[in-house]
C-alpha cells in the first residue's frame, strides 16, 4: 500500500501544536499562566486589593508565560523545516506486511514495522517513532478505505501503538 505525503510548513507547526498541547505539564503551566493573569486584572480593576507594582510584575510573568511556549514551538519549527531538507520532500511510503519503504526525492530507506519504538494515529497522521523524538509523519489518505488498510497492516506490528 502506498501513500505520497508533502509536507507543507503550516502542517508541521499544526501537528508540532498538537503534540506539545497533548502533554499535560504544558496544560497545566498554560493554565497557571491564565490564572495569574486574570488574578493580576482583578488587582488592576480593584476588585480584590489595590493596585501595586507586584502586580504588573505579575501581569508580566503571566503574559511571559502563555506566549512563551507558543513562540519557541513556532521557532523551533521553523528552524527544523528550513534546515532539515528531507522533511521538505515529496515521500512515498510503501507499506508491507513486515516493512515500510520509503523513498523521498533524494534518499530511499526501508524500516522493518516491528522496529519501530511507537505508531501513533492523530486526526490527520499516523506518527511512526523511531525513538522518543525522531519520528516520521505520513498523512492519512483520504480514501477511509485505504485508511483501514492502513490500520490493519499497523495493527499487526508488535510495537507501542495508539490507534483509531
Do not use: C
Request: proline share 2%.
Amino acid at each position: 500500500m502506498k501513500i505520497q505525503t508533502k509536507l507543507e510548513f503550516k502542517e508541521y507547526l499544526r501537528l508540532l501544536f498538537i503534540l506539545t498541547y497533548k502533554r499535560p505539564i504544558v496544560i497545566i503551566v498554560t493554565l497557571l499562566g491564565v490564572a495569574i493573569i486574570a488574578m493580576s486584572l482583578l488587582y488592576f480593576t480593584n476588585i480584590i486589593l489595590p493596585n501595586s507594582f507586584e502586580h504588573i510584575i505579575q501581569l508580566i510573568l503571566g503574559i511571559f508565560i502563555i506566549t512563551y511556549l507558543p513562540f519557541s514551538v513556532w521557532l523551533g519549527a521553523k528552524r527544523t523545516f528550513k534546515t532539515h531538507k528531507l522533511i521538505q520532500e515529496t515521500i512515498i511510503y510503501d507499506f508491507q506486511e513486515n516493512n515500510v519503504t520509503i523513498t523521498g526525492e533524494t534518499f530511499n530507506s526501508e524500516i522493518e514495522l516491528d522496529k519501530l519504538y511507537r505508531i501513533l494515529e492523530l486526526k490527520d497522521w499516523f506518527l511512526l517513532y523511531h525513538n522518543n523524538r525522531l519520528m516520521n509523519i505520513v498523512t492519512k489518505p483520504q480514501d477511509s478505505v485505504e485508511i483501514e488498510k492502513l490500520r490493519s497492516i499497523l495493527n499487526k506490528v508488535n510495537v507501542k501503538k495508539k490507534l483509531k
